[in-house]
């Protein structure tokens, strides 16, 4: 069953396109939520998952909330355009009604500059043209396919007339995806020798503010867009850690720049995170030192599989453990789940943000012993066809022959 389907084809006098990135920004949110509630009932049933989830906790910025936003640009008889979809529509640039707001304002200037005839080798050369930080400050990204010295001036004189008109971007960079994929910041590097990410002025990290603490990150690591939602979100996973401690230990998989357990540190006594991107791991360690210099938490450049967990992982005994898996859409390597279940932590926190993964995933667990305790949804994704949701998954019971 895939989550999308499982939307009807128009709500509330609007049309529903499961395709569009934004598919339910044009119902209004109560009505939004109530479909999210019904597709998640249904998903989960027709998969035989016994356990009922809680209402989706809705995010307080319904619209308006994301801090990540992306245009490709294409060119087409004479013009261009910076589109959100598959293909571009009637307007030059394509309006969102979910991005913070500064977003559409600074596409429009950067598509003003582009359509100067000094600009248009820099505009085909384009793949995106991406913004990320927070709600009043910006960084931009040149996605690009080819780079020359011609190009970086262009990118460099464009970005910085725009941030003379609009302070709120702070800094620019451009990154080379000479593919042209599909995704906006490629997972393989160009080849070796060539320019693969370049600042062109500004900071060189991104922050992302929590209460007491502030964390450091550079922008090509993924970070969470809907920052609206991170404190509630936040007090759920300190309530699931308790009661912690000075023994309590958490294994954070998928641990990006250690958001979510530096976020909570002060309740950890040891942490061991794991994240496949070597620059996020490097920021994590950072942040980490910078945040908890006198406690044992450790993070490692590490493609999560169950042969390097079982290879890498710290001893489980003697400690409260605690995992906490938040893996990308796609979900976690085969084998990985049974891994973490043989350590037998106090419990696990899974955070699904692909739906279609929540079914299988669950039947590994309770095919292995496991109980699933709470499902929590979050709407971190507003106005699209997308959840987040937080799997409380109890510790495999001792049976008789098991080892002890």
Same mark, same amino acid.
């Given at each position: 069953?895939?989550?999308?389907?499982?939307?009807?084809?128009?709500?509330? %006098?609007?049309? *529903?396109?499961?395709?569009?990135?934004?598919?339910?920004?044009?119902?209004?949110?109560?009505?939004?939520?109530?479909?999210?509630?019904?597709?998640?009932?249904?998903?989960?049933?027709? !998969?035989?998952?016994?356990?009922?989830?809680?209402?989706?906790?809705?995010?307080?910025?319904?619209?308006?909330?994301?801090?990540?936003?992306?245009?490709?640009?294409?060119?087409? +008889?004479?013009?261009?355009?910076?589109?959100? %979809?598959?293909?571009?529509?009637?307007?030059?640039?394509?309006?969102?009604?979910?991005?913070?707001?500064?977003?559409?304002?600074?596409?429009?200037? =950067?598509?003003?500059?582009?359509?100067?005839?000094?600009?248009?080798?820099?505009? @085909?050369?384009?793949?995106?043209? *991406?913004?990320?930080?927070?709600?009043?400050?910006?960084?931009?990204?040149?996605?690009?396919?080819?780079?020359? +010295? +011609?190009?970086?001036?262009?990118? #460099?004189?464009?970005?910085?007339?725009?941030?003379?008109?609009?302070?709120?971007?702070?800094?620019?960079?451009?990154?080379?995806?000479?593919?042209?994929?599909?995704?906006?910041?490629?997972?393989?590097?160009?080849? #070796? %020798?060539?320019?693969?990410?370049?600042?062109?002025?500004?900071?060189?990290?991104?922050?992302?503010? =929590?209460?007491?603490?502030?964390?450091?990150?550079?922008?090509?690591?993924?970070?969470?867009?809907?920052?609206?939602?991170?404190?509630?979100?936040?007090?759920?996973?300190?309530?699931?850690?308790?009661?912690? !401690?000075?023994?309590?230990?958490?294994?954070?998989?998928?641990?990006?720049?250690?958001?979510?357990?530096?976020?909570?540190?002060?309740?950890?006594?040891?942490?061991? !995170?794991?994240?496949?991107?070597?620059?996020?791991?490097?920021?994590?360690?950072?942040?980490? @030192?910078?945040?908890?210099?006198?406690?044992?938490?450790?993070?490692?450049?590490?493609?999560?599989? @169950?042969?390097?967990?079982?290879?890498? =992982?710290?001893?489980?005994?003697?400690?409260?453990?605690?995992?906490?898996?938040?893996?990308?859409?796609?979900?976690?390597?085969?084998?990985?789940?049974?891994?973490?279940?043989? #350590?037998?932590?106090?419990?696990? =926190?899974?955070?699904?943000?692909?739906?279609?993964?929540?079914?299988?995933?669950?039947?590994?667990?309770?095919?292995?012993?496991?109980?699933?305790?709470?499902?929590?949804?979050?709407?971190?994704?507003?106005?699209?066809?997308?959840?987040?949701?937080?799997?409380? *998954?109890?510790?495999?019971?001792?049976?008789? +022959?098991?080892?002890?």
């Amino acid at each position: 069953m895939v989550f999308a389907e499982l939307f009807p084809a128009s709500a509330g %006098g609007a049309e *529903i396109d499961r395709f569009s990135p934004e598919a339910l920004a044009g119902v209004s949110y109560d009505l939004e939520l109530e479909l999210k509630n019904r597709a998640l009932r249904r998903l989960l049933a027709d !998969g035989g998952i016994a356990a009922a989830p809680a209402p989706v906790v809705p995010s307080p910025k319904p619209r308006s909330c994301r801090t990540t936003g992306k245009r490709r640009v294409t060119c087409s +008889g004479g013009k261009i355009f910076f589109h959100m %979809g598959r293909t571009h529509g009637k307007e030059p640039v394509a309006a969102s009604r979910l991005e913070a707001p500064g977003h559409q304002e600074i596409y429009a200037a =950067l598509h003003r500059q582009f359509a100067l005839p000094r600009n248009r080798a820099a505009a @085909a050369a384009l793949n995106y043209c *991406i913004l990320r930080g927070n709600y009043a400050e910006y960084a931009l990204i040149f996605n690009v396919r080819r780079l020359d +010295g +011609g190009i970086v001036r262009s990118l #460099r004189t464009a970005a910085e007339t725009v941030a003379a008109a609009l302070p709120a971007l702070r800094s620019a960079f451009i990154y080379v995806d000479e593919s042209s994929s599909d995704y906006y910041l490629e997972a393989e590097r160009p080849e #070796r %020798g060539k320019v693969a990410f370049k600042k062109l002025f500004g900071p060189e990290f991104l922050a992302m503010r =929590l209460p007491g603490r502030k964390l450091l990150y550079p922008a090509t690591v993924f970070s969470q867009s809907n920052e609206s939602i991170l404190p509630v979100f936040l007090e759920t996973l300190k309530k699931h850690l308790a009661p912690a !401690g000075p023994e309590s230990a958490l294994l954070d998989l998928y641990c990006g720049y250690g958001l979510w357990s530096l976020a909570l540190g002060d309740d950890l006594g040891h942490v061991w !995170g794991a994240e496949l991107s070597p620059e996020a791991v490097k920021a994590a360690r950072s942040n980490a @030192a910078f945040h908890f210099k006198d406690r044992d938490f450790r993070y490692e450049a590490l493609s999560i599989t @169950a042969e390097a967990l079982k290879e890498k =992982l710290p001893p489980a005994g003697g400690r409260k453990e605690i995992v906490l898996l938040d893996p990308p859409r796609k979900g976690c390597a085969p084998g990985v789940p049974e891994t973490l279940i043989s #350590r037998r932590p106090k419990k696990i =926190l899974h955070m699904f943000c692909g739906a279609d993964e929540i079914v299988p995933a669950l039947r590994v667990y309770t095919a292995n012993g496991c109980r699933v305790e709470k499902l929590l949804p979050f709407d971190f994704f507003p106005g699209t066809m997308s959840l987040e949701l937080l799997a409380v *998954i109890g510790k495999k019971q001792i049976t008789q +022959g098991d080892e002890t």
